[in-house]
């Protein structure tokens, strides 16, 4: 197998084992590849052929599949790309080869690394444009940039135009991006700031995570009156802030930390896990018969819920598990025994007069994104040091599961504004970037020209297409950590830090005094 698309590959190199690091197998890998290189020639079809509303469904499908964390199952994943041949068949009576993806690996290094950029980027843009599909959003530009990414990564060989491809997946992510924050707000409701408790309530329960906030909905539907409790798990963790989620009473709380704490927090739980998407990850015996995974998450003899989302096994399972006893208290990674989510776009933003205010009388003096992905590298406690060490006249804003680092901190407040602002799940850097470019506006100045600066971890394909999305927006001086991806040769490295001044993260104290002193 080869495989480098996420942080923690092998030596920060690639896995090429038996199995990756995230314990993908090797039989998985190929699969997984087969399906892109299957996906590509889907690509190239629809250009003899018209494709369909099923074409488009297939081809995110199919993409989010392959994204860490997401499927460990060759047989469904097979099943799949037995799928995509079907659909080619369908829309091309000519015959069309699909692609060998061992053809980009054993590229040339500057070549394998844009196209890996671009690649992953639509891996991650698919999540979200397969959330937005789901909810009835959908976008013919944003569809279409997949026809025309997956067929770039067989056909073009020029790296101008490959590089003008990467900064375009950035672009369109934005759109996507922008489409999922309106099937979710439209749908839902605008997110409002909302204390969460991390601490379970005795009897049944059942434990959600991933970003699908569809199937969640649907099962607090489904277990209403039942006595049964819901609790969120990472990234669904921000479900809590939107009214029409959060108008369900048994929506209690959120359980646990960072995803890649799972198998530990997970151990003997007495209820049932749900995972609608990552990051799930190889399921331990002592809990391995209360795991469910429905939608494109897919594990081997695991119970999946099907496109029916009947979660019937599911709530009998919480009955049949029953919970705990007592009240149980959990905390969060630093102590803490509640988390503050829903400061998206819209809560942030009624507040904007207040806080260009603060920011005139000297009372807020810099903004902090500090936010992505979380992992198990020992090294991402970088985040939480940062985030402790900075001055308290900043205000920190935060996102996707990386914020599990930070949430429970207790920084305080600004005159009423607590100072960690989560604007909710990965996708939701929409909000954050909606916020930039709003201050941004109310100074008569560019987003580099803010008192702002941004601290992202990565881990996964969702955290490429949103870097890219900020580099398309021109945003410069990003510390990026724990690691800088495997995929960026030295060639591509050397543009992104000319022409953008991406900066690895260092140590707390030197990254921070570098952003204070910027300004
Ligand atoms: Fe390795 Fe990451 Fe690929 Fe898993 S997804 S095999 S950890 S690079
Ligand atoms: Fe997290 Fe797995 Fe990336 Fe949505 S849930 S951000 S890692």
Redesign the pocket.
């Known amino acids: 197998m080869f495989c480098f698309q996420c942080q923690q590959t092998a030596h920060n190199e690639k896995c090429n084992g038996k199995a990756g690091v995230c314990g993908k197998k090797s039989d998985t890998a190929k699969a997984q590849d087969e399906l892109i290189g299957a996906l590509i020639g889907l690509a190239k079809a629809a250009e003899c052929g018209t494709p369909t509303d099923s074409t488009d469904r297939l081809v995110l499908k199919g993409l989010f599949t392959t994204i860490t964390?997401v499927s460990f199952n060759t047989k469904t994943v097979n099943e799949l790309t037995a799928e995509v041949e079907e659909e080619k068949r369908k829309i091309c009576k000519s015959k069309v080869d699909n692609y060998d993806l061992s053809r980009l690996w054993e590229a040339s290094d500057d070549i394998r690394s844009l196209k890996s950029l671009i690649l992953f980027g639509i891996k991650g843009m698919a999540a979200y444009a397969y959330h937005a599909l789901v909810l009835g959003k959908t976008d013919s530009e944003v569809n279409s940039f997949f026809y025309t990414a997956l067929r770039a990564i067989e056909g073009e060989s020029n790296p101008d135009k490959l590089l003008g491809l990467v900064l375009k997946t950035g672009e369109v992510n934005f759109r996507c991006m922008a489409l999922l924050d309106s099937a979710n707000t439209e749908s839902y409701g605008n997110p409002v700031p909302t204390v969460v408790p991390l601490t379970i309530e005795k009897g049944p329960f059942i434990v959600v995570s991933g970003?699908d906030l569809h199937d969640l909905k649907l099962l607090l539907e489904q277990t209403e009156g039942k006595g049964i409790n819901i609790y969120t798990h990472?990234?669904m963790l921000p479900a809590h802030g939107y009214p029409e989620l959060k108008k369900y009473k048994h929506l209690k709380g959120n359980f646990g930390t960072g995803?890649q704490n799972q198998q530990s927090e997970f151990h003997n739980i007495p209820a049932p896990i749900l995972f609608t998407t990552?990051?799930i990850m190889p399921v331990r015996q002592s809990y391995s018969d209360r795991v469910f995974t429905t939608s494109v998450v897919s594990y081997p003899e695991l119970v999946h819920i099907g496109d029916d989302k009947d979660f019937s096994p599911v709530i009998a399972k919480a009955l049949e598990c029953g919970g705990y006893d007592e009240d149980k208290e959990m905390t969060g990674m630093n102590g803490g025994h509640t988390v503050m989510t829903g400061f998206a776009h819209n809560a942030v933003l009624s507040r904007a007069d207040e806080i260009v205010a603060l920011v005139k009388q000297g009372k807020i003096k810099h903004f902090f994104l500090i936010g992505g992905?979380?992992g198990a590298s020992p090294s991402r406690s970088y985040y939480t040091d940062f985030a402790k060490a900075t001055p308290p006249d900043t205000l920190i804003l935060t996102l996707?599961?990386g914020k599990y680092r930070i949430n429970d901190l207790d920084l305080g407040a600004i005159e009423g504004i607590p100072r960690i602002l989560d604007c909710g799940?990965?996708n939701d850097a929409y909000s954050a970037i909606r916020i930039a470019l709003a201050l941004a506006d109310a100074f008569g100045c560019s987003v580099n020209d803010l008192p702002l600066t941004l601290v992202l971890s990565w881990?996964?394909q969702?955290?490429v297409c949103i870097l890219l999305t900020l580099l398309y927006l021109g945003i410069k001086n990003i510390f990026l950590g724990p690691t800088l991806p495997a995929f960026i040769s030295p060639g591509v490295l050397d543009i992104l830090v000319k022409n953008y001044n991406i900066t690895p993260t260092d140590v707390p104290e030197k990254d921070l005094a570098k952003a204070l002193g910027r300004k």
């Open positions: 964390n970003h990472s990234e995803w990552n990051c992905c979380d996707a599961c799940q990965c881990y996964e969702k955290a």
